[in-house]
């Protein structure tokens, strides 16, 4: 490469010590109002898994687990086993998956804010269909629409926030999305808590209030200014300016606002970004934007936050004690992303993620030790052990919840250069609710032939993915989100497949 400049980056210097500003209000209140919107993913994780052990629901919609589960003692992991029952859960999440691959242009052409809105107003619809829902069909189809609108807003909501946050809080601004989220399932896991016992339409007064945060994410998205990065990118040049200025608090963003003019000008170069994905130079984005979300959710995190009430159901506890022992995992998983918070700009995303690792793992194997030793066939656990379940599982949520929660979407979202920015996260996304999908399609059934090896097998893939953040992923705390590209080139295997591909390409 002549002169030693990297010309197929966004940007062809690194100028991250000349970056101004400081954290305005006006920027705080974008990202809060923004992060509402993960609050759309979490209700429903909650919502489900608490439905879907209600009885008056299980009756008109799905009779023939009801009259399996009054057959619990003939085997306890199997008494929610049901494949239609698991796509009540699951079938939003294939669409969702479909929905985000269509946001990607969207969100590029039209901007952050228009996918945002489009996603609040599908989950509104959603919502309206399933509080409503007089069959089956009715009822799969206001999954679908809840489908499309987590789609739209998690392929936009957290490249928002990186582009809004200035760098040096760019990992705890993004992780309000997962606050949002984690308050979401909470929220849903106490609505659950309290419709119970309204019988017999407790159950579509749950799934009718997801109506409230698509409300807010609609509304929010109407009322919240673009990012000046999609401003830039779209030829708004002035108001781009303007709106970095007021952000940062200051008329000093030289620096800043020539690293994004740059990135824009070669994004707007790129006809084909998923064809450009694949070029060797962005290897190292590709394999984070496909890794990184599918190891999220291998961890097991949604089995138990989807399934929480059955599990613990299954594990023997009463339908009122299963729904406080689900709403208290939603309650620490919301507290333990405020520790990432505090912490991700000053550790680091490695050490948190590895960290968190090792804590997971510890967790699911003292589960499985115990449901193998003192769980079976017309057996329950008793009272003790009982409560020693929950706290490790709580343990498992409160470590999950700072690092591999947050930073499973933190990190896929800050390491995109601008011309493939839009289709990365729509892979990542798009990969997520894959696995989520697959995940919640096969965990009844899992749970039913694996019994407590489940725990164990959760605990193998979280092993794998630790080694795979200590040897791949390097550190991105402090990075401009526009010189991502010299990252890659410093690391020691990275910087081998970036560096052929520079060479190449002259």
């Not at 509304?219 to 990065?229: A, E, S």
Request: net charge positive; charged share 15%; hydrophobic share 50%.
């Amino acid at each position: 490469m002549a002169g030693g400049s990297f010309t197929t980056g966004t940007v062809t210097k690194e100028r991250a010590e000349q970056y101004k500003g400081r954290v305005t209000p006006y920027v705080l209140i974008a990202c809060i109002v923004a992060a509402i919107g993960g609050s759309l993913f979490g209700y429903d994780i909650g919502i489900s898994g608490g439905v879907t052990s209600m009885d008056d629901f299980l009756k008109e919609f799905f009779p023939s687990v009801y009259r399996q589960k009054l057959r619990a003692h003939e085997n306890n992991y199997c008494k929610y086993d049901n494949q239609v029952l698991a796509a009540f859960t699951s079938s939003l999440y294939i669409a969702g998956l479909v929905a985000t691959l269509i946001a990607s242009p969207v969100t590029r052409k039209y901007g952050r804010r228009a996918s945002i809105i489009g996603g609040g107003v599908s989950f509104l619809i959603g919502s309206a269909l399933n509080a409503s829902a007089v069959n089956l069909l009715m009822l799969i189809l206001g999954r679908v629409m809840l489908g499309v609108g987590i789609g739209f807003g998690n392929q936009a909501i957290p490249l928002y926030l990186s582009e809004m946050a200035p760098t040096h809080l760019r990992g705890g601004l993004n992780m309000l999305f997962q606050v949002a989220t984690t308050l979401g399932i909470f929220t849903a896991n106490m609505v659950n808590y309290g419709t119970q016992n309204i019988k017999p339409w407790g159950w579509r007064l749950s799934l009718g209030l997801a109506a409230v945060p698509a409300i807010l994410m609609t509304v929010g998205g109407i009322l919240l200014p673009d990012t000046p990065n999609s401003l830039i990118e779209r030829g708004y040049m002035e108001k781009g300016r303007t709106l970095l200025e007021k952000i940062r608090g200051t008329n000093e963003v030289d620096a800043e606002y020539q690293d994004m003019v740059d990135a824009s000008e070669l994004a707007n170069s790129i006809k084909h970004p998923f064809r450009n994905i694949l070029e060797r130079r962005h290897r190292p984005e590709l394999v984070m934007a496909i890794f990184m979300p599918t190891f999220q959710i291998l961890t097991g995190i949604n089995s138990i936050l989807f399934y929480a009430p059955v599990l613990f159901q299954t594990m023997g506890f009463g339908g009122e004690a299963s729904l406080i022992s689900a709403a208290l995992t939603g309650g620490v998983l919301a507290g333990s992303t405020f520790i990432s918070i505090a912490t991700v700009d000053r550790l680091g995303r490695r050490v948190l993620l590895i960290s968190g690792g090792i804590q997971m793992i510890t967790c699911q194997v003292i589960v499985a030790i115990i449901l193998g030793v003192k769980f079976g066939p017309n057996q329950e656990l008793s009272k003790g052990f009982s409560i020693l379940v929950v706290v490790v599982l709580c343990l498992f949520v409160v470590a999950f919840g700072w690092s591999w929660g947050p930073l499973g979407w933190t990190v896929p979202s800050e390491i995109f250069p601008m011309e493939i920015r839009s289709a990365g996260q729509s892979i990542t996304v798009a990969v997520n609710l894959l696995f989520t999908f697959i995940i919640a399609q096969s965990f009844l059934p899992l749970l039913c032939s694996f019994k407590f090896g489940i725990f164990l097998f959760f605990a193998g893939w979280i092993t794998i993915m630790s080694i795979f953040v200590y040897m791949f992923l390097p550190e991105t705390k402090g990075i401009p989100i526009e010189e991502m590209s010299f990252m890659w080139r410093k690391h020691w295997f990275w910087k081998r497949i970036c560096l052929t591909a520079d060479d190449s390409s002259v």
